[in-house]
């Protein structure tokens, strides 16, 4: 599976954006995702995470509220909606795949988050 994310950007704070990552390969709905971000001199951070079925999502509590992350199993496509963004979201944002013991990487959307 190969993770492509798109959607990053600059935006004023209280704006929203929508993060997309699209998997290639097959089986992508065997696979729970998540949204992952990491900031300048800060260490990668967990975001939001969906289930293989969509059933169940998660949530860092400094973006509950905020944001909302989703699947389109039939596009292979993980969707992360945030509103009202705030300059300490400004980071790169990367989806993440996983199967058991198989996880698979995108290469990172950057947003920014003016004040």
């Known amino acids: 599976v190969q993770l492509q994310a798109s959607g990053g950007g600059l935006v004023q704070a209280g704006g929203s954006l929508r993060l997309s990552c699209a998997a290639s390969?097959?089986?992508?709905?065997?696979?729970?995702s998540g949204w992952f971000r990491q900031a300048p001199g800060k260490e990668r951070e967990f975001v939001a995470g969906?289930?293989?079925?969509?059933?169940?999502?998660d949530y860092a509590d400094s973006v509950k509220g905020r944001f909302t992350i989703s699947a389109d199993n039939a596009k292979s496509t993980v969707y992360l909606q945030m509103n009202s963004l705030r300059p300490e979201d400004t980071a790169v944002y990367y989806c993440?795949?996983?199967?058991?013991?198989?996880?698979?990487w995108g290469q990172g959307t950057l947003v920014t988050v003016s004040s």
């Open positions: 993440k795949a996983v199967m058991g013991s198989i996880t698979f």
């Open positions: 390969g097959r089986a992508f709905s065997r696979y729970a």
């Open positions: 969906i289930s293989r079925s969509g059933g169940f999502m």
